[in-house]
């Protein structure tokens, strides 16, 4: 059986670790969070960066940015350098599509590479529906489907290698700009007395139906302020991969996109 890692067991990693190991494959997590965090899945938490070496023919990233991707790949964990198992990469941060591509240069040859970034939210991971956006050669893809279905419902080959990061990131700025657009509306709400939970169901009933605004009170960080640890944090900077992506850091909607984000108080 495939040997499979999941590196960054976050809100969404670890959804996807635990989808990985109840379908039968021989699953394990990697965190700088101690395994005892994990309860009752704690013995299926890697230890240490060399375990990942040893453990993973397949490894998922989902670490947080180009940064921690950097130190888990190349950097403090290395976990490409030197003798490692690990025979096929599958890249599901959101990131920008140029890192991703640039990535074909830095790891080892004889390591196939995709890119598989996914999107649902936590919710999504958690009951195994995410949707992915794919990029890499057919076959590499046709391997590792049966653990994609493990995960999620809904799969796109968008083309090869950085074409499933291109996609995601014009995918999420469409749904930077219904978060924000959501989140502004409902403040404004509050401001003229009008009763946000009715505002949304008629949202959802109407011309203003957005995943962000239907799914507000299963998504976990709808009601979240701008925080660099947290979702809303993520949203901003997944714009700002989009925006160096398609080469338009000064682009006035992202960049107003990420003011709203950036300047959000937590809801009550």
Not at 77 to 84: C, D, N, R, S, W
Not at 95 to 114: C, D, E, M, T
Not at 198 to 207: E, I, N, R, V, Y
Not at 217 to 238: L, M, Q, S, V
Request: hydrophobic share 45%; aromatic share 8%.
């Amino acid at each position: 059986m495939t040997r499979v890692a999941v590196a960054g067991c976050g809100r969404m990693g670890f959804g996807m670790c635990r989808a990985l190991a109840e379908a039968g494959f021989d699953a394990k997590g990697f965190d700088v969070r101690p395994a005892a965090d994990y309860g009752g899945f704690a013995e299926h938490m890697l230890p240490d960066a060399n375990a990942v070496k040893a453990h993973a023919e397949v490894l998922f990233t989902v670490v947080r940015d180009t940064r921690q991707t950097d130190d888990l790949l190349f950097d403090d964990q290395a976990v490409l350098v030197g003798e490692t198992a690990v025979k096929t990469l599958v890249v599901s941060s959101t990131l920008s599509p140029n890192y991703v591509k640039a990535l074909a240069g830095r790891v080892p040859a004889g390591i196939a590479l995709i890119d598989a970034p996914m999107s649902g939210a936590q919710v999504a991971a958690d009951e195994k529906r995410l949707s992915f956006m794919l990029g890499g050669d057919d076959d590499a893809l046709n391997a590792i489907q049966p653990m994609l279905k493990a995960m999620g419902t809904s799969f796109h080959r968008m083309g090869g290698f950085g074409a499933g990061m291109t996609a995601k990131v014009l995918n999420n700025y469409v749904a930077a700009s219904s978060a924000a657009s959501t989140r502004k509306v409902l403040a404004w709400a509050e401001e003229l007395g009008l009763d946000q939970a009715k505002l949304l169901a008629l949202m959802d009933a109407s011309s203003g139906q957005t995943w962000f605004g239907s799914n507000f009170d299963a998504i976990e960080f709808t009601r979240d302020g701008y925080h660099p640890d947290n979702t809303i944090h993520i949203i901003a900077k997944d714009v700002e991969a989009a925006l160096d992506g398609v080469g338009a850091p000064d682009d006035a909607m992202g960049r107003a996109f990420i003011d709203v984000f950036r300047n959000l108080k937590p809801m009550e």
